[in-house]
Nanobody
Framework: QVQLVESGGGLVQAGGSLRLSCAAS????????LGWYRQAPGKQRELVAR???????NYADAVKGRFSISRDNAQNMVYLQMNSLKSEDTAVYYC?????????WGQGTQVTVES
């Protein structure tokens, strides 16, 4: 049973930083893509950033230059460094991993940015 556990969310002032972590367990295979999504109240879940097994990264336009995604294959971890946070970054952030035939989600971690 694959499990993803996120951590690192919280309350921060605008302009501050947070680092989200996601630990994957229950699999001996390396995911093809790891990503972070977010969902704000009343809005659809959206992609924030993703990183492939080869290290290619993609970011939503809203976070380019402020957020950075990274992975540690040996530890089955994926991170999201969030800098220069804005109130519009407030959302529940979800970790996501994709294999060829399946994908898994974490339970989410709340990020609240006060202006």
């Amino acid at each position: 049973q694959v499990q993803l556990v996120e951590s690192g969310g919280g309350l921060v002032q605008a302009g501050g930083s947070l680092r989200l972590s996601c630990a994957a367990s229950g699999t001996r295979f390396s995911p093809i893509v790891l990503g972070w999504y977010r969902q704000a109240p009343g809005k659809q879940r959206e992609l924030v950033a993703r990183i492939t097994s080869g290290g290619t990264t993609n970011y939503a336009d809203a976070v380019k230059g402020r957020f950075s995604i990274s992975r540690d294959n040996a530890q089955n971890m994926v991170y999201l460094q969030m800098n220069s946070l804005k109130s519009e970054d407030t959302a529940v952030y979800y970790c996501n991993i994709k294999f060829f035939a399946a994908e898994y989600w974490g339970q989410g971690t709340q990020v609240t940015v006060e202006s």
